[in-house]
């Protein structure tokens, strides 16, 4: 059991950590890519700035560019923002309900109601995440979050992201405890000075193996 103390906020990492990988993966990520042509093409006025930043980064079709990042799991923010423009359709249609692990949906309702800030960082556009806690299996989980970032903060894997993150929370940085299941996230949170559990749902090595293993 680990017991961090005088802990004000919690910021926490989705993919892995509150949500299975697999409904990302297997889930999120093919319907978003089965989708990418059709919906530039339905919504050319909203996605047009998105499609010429792609371009930006690297020329040539940008619906063939998005694919093959899909695929590679790349973490690109043009990418992450259309893909959270595109499963907004499937939350509010009903296609899918955001997974969110029982033991991270008890933890923060316990959390929140002790008055710890919860927050979320993750490499998912800040639409994106609103999505899977507002539209969750347990139902409406967003009163219960005070913020949300994504890598327009700055990479995930980078100590600065942690140090803005905190400024902008307004927190001293060892107030707040970071959540993911990624070491080079937690080691970059650690290295700006905030505390970081590393999480195992499949029983690895690693500091907590969830969210019932955190005591505040």
């Known amino acids: 059991m680990s017991e961090p103390t005088a802990i004000k906020a919690i910021l926490t990492d989705i993919e892995g950590t509150t949500s299975s990988i697999s ?17 530039c093409a339905a919504h050319v006025a909203q996605t047009a700035s998105i499609l010429a930043e792609v371009q930006a980064i690297e020329p040539g079709d940008p619906i063939a560019t998005m694919t093959r990042w899909i695929d590679e799991d790349r973490k690109i923010t043009p990418l992450k923002t259309l893909q959270g423009m595109i499963w907004e359709g499937g939350f509010r249609d ?17 959390w929140h109601a002790d008055g710890v800030k919860l927050y979320v960082f993750s490499s998912g556009s800040v639409a994106a995440q609103k999505l899977i806690f507002g539209f969750s299996e347990a139902g409406d989980l967003s009163p219960l979050l005070s913020g949300y970032f994504d890598t327009t903060t700055g990479p995930k894997r980078e100590a600065i992201a942690y140090t803005r993150i905190a400024n902008a929370i307004g927190l001293p940085v060892d107030d707040i405890l970071f959540l993911s299941d990624v070491d080079a996230e937690t080691e970059a949170a650690r290295a700006a000075g905030m505390g970081a559990l590393l999480i195992d749902r499949e029983g690895g090595e690693a500091d907590i193996h969830s969210f019932d293993d955190i005591a505040l």
Do not use: Q
């Open 23 to 39: 409904f990302v993966a297997d889930v999120l990520f093919p319907y978003a890519r089965d989708r990418l042509a059709s919906y």
């Open 94 to 110: 009903g296609a899918f309900k955001g997974h969110i692990y029982p033991d991270a949906v008890a933890a923060m309702r316990r």
